[in-house]
């Protein structure tokens, strides 16, 4: 039989709303698989038990009365620890608000309890969603980075700890620590789902993701969490569709670009090799694949990236560095510091190619519904005091475009490798369903070894 | 102004601002920081951009 932790987001909601699986019952499955994994794993900083058993019935209580609060009635749901909930604990990683406790919610926390999802607790995060590592192994291999910013909720999700979790991306910090642990990361384009309530790293480039073990789950909660928020003036008022129809919407196979350019050369041969058998298999299903030709911006990609996350960095930590300077790490003091000396005119220029690098790839996305690379240059590094490099998903989180990573097989170490899909601006719909149908034609489902935690 | 000339420039001014906003030591420490720093702003200035092209922010 199966354990009902194990189920992913889409067939958890099946069984709660048909009324063949209990929210007690789900939530009783959960916390006992986290009293098992989380010793070893580190992938959590908040549990309530107590609050959470007791929300478990009243959710069902509500399901008896026939009153179903929304699509997630009953489901757990991880949140990344940078993301303000009320009542509860919000600790951004960092020594400095490791009591403080949020009085309202982020606009993603609030959608997601609107839909009547239970906040299952908090996840690890790098310290300020930056470089500075969480405590969270990888449950592939417990030597091996689980991936960061989101770390603990790419552990948590990979191990049935929760079926999905909310993340957060400035450079890498959704896609890689999914592809790393094996499970599906999103990121959606910049302005569709608000950012108020999150701590923030670089207000430019910022997003709101989440990690899921299928791209259907990720439909589910896109359509959950996008759309404007009057208090998140970035937001966009574009039209949110029904992204699970989205999935179906794709008539034909997809018409993939193949990014050769920098993504190649920074993979190791494992990698690309890897990535090039899985373009064969989706050539052989009948993929339209094309390589692509960058635009000549693409090179200043990387560099704009790291000047406007470290101002920015700077400028929101000034005074509460100025005032808690040992409190910070080697490593996050070195980006406020070195942010604070950047000239205003080279910012500018940054952020102009930010601008001119979108606008470039808006018309090249017009001949594509994705553009695809290994989602990672490697697998998870064999480290616990770095969590990777953001290289391969720096490009859609300067751009703003939207980006998904799903599982594609393992490599020789038996550690999760992943492709990266990206698509055009508010096009999530279509980009999902090119994701879908790659992974319907590679069919690859991971799970790490659990014998280590029995 | 060859790329390593440009890129010694920086280094030199951001080693300047370090020392004036965080004293010598601290800037010592921060060297490997702005050297890297450096080789990214040097980069930046390489890329072809309109005069009337504008900042992105927030989109």
């Known amino acids: 039989m199966t354990e009902p932790y194990m189920l992913n987001l889409a067939a958890m909601i099946r069984q709660v709303q048909q009324g063949k699986l209990s929210p007690a019952t789900l939530m009783e499955s959960i916390l006992k698989r986290i009293d098992i994994l989380e010793p070893t794993l580190q992938a959590w900083v908040t549990i309530d038990r107590q609050g959470l058993l007791q929300e478990a019935r009243r959710c069902q209580e509500e399901i008896a009365k026939g009153k179903i609060r929304g699509l997630l009635h009953g489901i757990p749901i991880g949140v990344k620890d940078i993301f303000y909930t009320s009542g509860m604990k919000t600790t951004a990683g960092s020594k400095i608000f490791a009591n403080f406790i949020p009085a309202y919610n982020a606009t993603a926390v609030e959608r997601l309890k609107t839909a009547g999802a239970i906040i299952l607790g908090k996840t690890a995060t790098t310290e300020f969603a930056s470089r500075y590592p969480a405590p969270t192994r990888n449950p592939w291999n417990l030597e091996h980075t689980p991936g960061g910013s989101s770390s603990g909720s790419a552990a948590a999700v990979a191990t049935g700890m929760c079926p999905a979790a909310l993340g957060s991306q400035t450079g890498g910090s959704v896609l890689r620590p999914a592809a790393y642990c094996g499970v599906v990361g999103f990121k959606p384009t910049y302005g569709r789902i608000s950012r108020y309530g999150v701590f923030a790293l670089s207000w430019t480039l910022d997003h709101v993701g989440f990690l899921t073990r299928s791209v259907e789950d990720a439909a589910i909660l896109l359509g959950i969490l996008a759309g404007p928020d009057p208090a998140d003036p970035t937001t966009r008022p574009q039209p949110v569709p029904d992204y699970r129809r989205s999935l179906r919407s794709l008539r034909r196979p997809p018409r993939i670009g193949i990014v050769r350019e920098f993504y190649q050369e920074k993979s190791v041969a494992s990698v690309w090799k890897h990535t090039e058998k899985i373009l064969n298999q989706l050539k052989r299903a009948g993929g339209k694949v094309r390589e692509v030709k960058m635009p000549a911006s693409f090179a200043a990609v990387q560099d704009a990236h790291r000047i406007i996350m470290w101002v920015e960095a700077a400028a929101y930590h000034e005074k509460l560095f100025e005032k808690n300077r040992e409190q910070y790490s080697p490593k996050m003091r070195e980006m406020v510091e070195i942010g604070l000396l950047i000239p205003s005119g080279d910012y500018l220029r940054a952020q102009k190619i930010k601008r001119l690098f979108r606008r470039e790839m808006d018309r090249m996305m017009q001949e594509y519904d994705c553009l695809l690379s290994p989602a990672t240059s490697s697998a998870a590094p064999k480290t616990l005091s770095s969590t990777g490099d953001p290289w391969f998903q720096v490009p859609w989180s300067l751009s703003g475009l939207p980006a998904i990573s799903i599982p594609s097989g393992l490599n020789d170490e038996r550690l999760p490798l992943g492709l990266q899909l990206a698509g055009a601006a508010f096009a999530e719909g279509k980009l999902l369903a090119a994701a879908r149908w790659c992974e319907k034609v590679l069919d690859v489902h991971l799970s790490p070894p659990m014998e280590r935690f029995a | ?59």
């Open chain 2, 1 to 59: 102004m060859s790329t390593a000339e440009a890129k010694e420039k920086i280094v030199k001014m951001l080693s300047n601002s370090a020392v004036q906003r965080f004293g010598e030591e601290r800037a010592k420490s921060l060297y490997p920081a702005i050297q890297e720093i450096a080789q990214s702003l040097v980069s930046i200035a390489d890329c072809e951009i309109a005069l009337e092209e504008e900042p992105a922010f927030f989109s």
